[in-house]
C-alpha cells in the first residue's frame, strides 16, 4: 500500500506566474485536504475534496483552486502568485471525509 | 471560530528531564491530534484522541485529554535528542468538512 505521494517538491517561481501542485492519495482513500504551511507557523486549511467535489475551503482567495479525478488524485492550482504564497503546500488524504488524514511529504513553493 | 494554542511556543531542555506542552481549543471538537514534524518535513502523525480522558503513550511519549477544559498535554519522560523536533496539536469537528485546525506548534529542543 502506497502512501500519499506529492509533486513535485520543489518549485520556483516568480511574482504573477501560475503553479499546479499534484497529489496521489493513499489506496482506498476517497478524500483530499490541502493545507499551506508558511515558515515558522502551523499548517492553515485550503480546501478539501471529496468524491469529485470541494466539501469546504478556508479563508484562502479565489485565486486558490483545485480539483479532484475519478482516481481520487487532486491539484491545487494557485493563480497570480504573490510572495505571500512562499510556503509548504500539504495535501492529505483520508479514507473520507470524517476520518484521520495522513499527510504527503508537501511541495516547497518558493516565488521569487 | 475555533481556535488552538499552544505552550510553550519553545521548549529548550536536558536529556533525562521531563516536560509537558500544553494545546487549549477554543470550542468543541471531535477529535484531537498530536503531530510531529522534523524541519524541512512533513508532519507524522503521533496519536489521535477521541474521548474525554482519554490517555495515549508511545515511547517517551503520552498524551491525554480532558474535553470539559478543552485541554490536551503530551507528557515528555527522559527525553532524548532524537526527539527533538516541532510538535502541533490540531483539532477537528466532524460533519464540518472535517478541517484541521493546527496549533502555532511547539519547538523542543533536546541538548546534550
Known amino acids: 500500500e502506497t502512501g500519499v505521494t506529492q509533486s513535485p517538491t520543489h518549485l520556483i517561481k516568480t511574482r504573477g506566474q501560475q503553479v499546479t501542485l499534484r497529489c496521489s492519495s493513499q489506496?482506498?482513500?476517497?478524500?483530499v485536504s490541502w493545507y499551506q504551511q508558511a515558515l515558522g507557523q502551523g499548517p492553515q486549511f485550503i480546501f478539501q475534496y471529496y468524491r469529485e467535489e470541494e466539501n469546504g475551503r478556508g479563508n484562502f482567495p479565489p485565486r486558490f483552486s483545485g480539483l479532484q479525478f475519478p482516481n481520487y488524485s487532486s491539484e491545487l492550482n494557485v493563480n497570480a502568485l504573490e510572495l505571500d504564497d512562499s510556503a509548504l503546500y500539504l495535501c492529505?488524504?483520508?479514507?473520507?471525509?470524517?476520518?484521520?488524514?495522513?499527510f504527503g511529504p508537501g511541495t516547497r513553493l518558493t516565488v521569487l | 471560530e475555533l481556535k488552538v494554542e499552544q505552550n510553550p511556543l519553545f521548549l529548550s531542555m536536558q536529556e533525562g528531564k521531563n516536560y509537558t506542552i500544553y494545546c487549549n481549543y477554543s470550542?468543541?471538537?471531535?477529535?484531537l491530534y498530536w503531530y510531529r514534524q522534523d524541519p524541512g518535513k512533513s508532519l507524522e502523525s503521533l496519536f489521535v484522541l477521541l474521548s474525554n480522558g482519554a490517555v495515549k503513550q508511545e515511547g517517551r511519549l503520552m498524551a491525554s485529554l480532558d474535553t470539559k477544559a478543552r485541554l490536551s498535554t503530551l507528557h515528555i519522560t527522559a527525553a532524548v535528542h532524537d526527539l527533538s523536533a516541532t510538535y502541533f496539536c490540531?483539532?477537528?469537528?466532524?460533519?464540518?468538512?472535517?478541517?484541521?485546525?493546527f496549533g502555532t506548534g511547539t519547538r523542543l529542543q533536546v541538548t546534550l
Open positions: 492529505a488524504s483520508s479514507l473520507d471525509r470524517d476520518s484521520t488524514q495522513y
Open positions: 470550542t468543541t471538537s471531535d477529535r
Open positions: 490540531a483539532v477537528d469537528r466532524t460533519g464540518t468538512a472535517s478541517k484541521l485546525t
Open positions: 489506496s482506498g482513500h476517497n478524500t
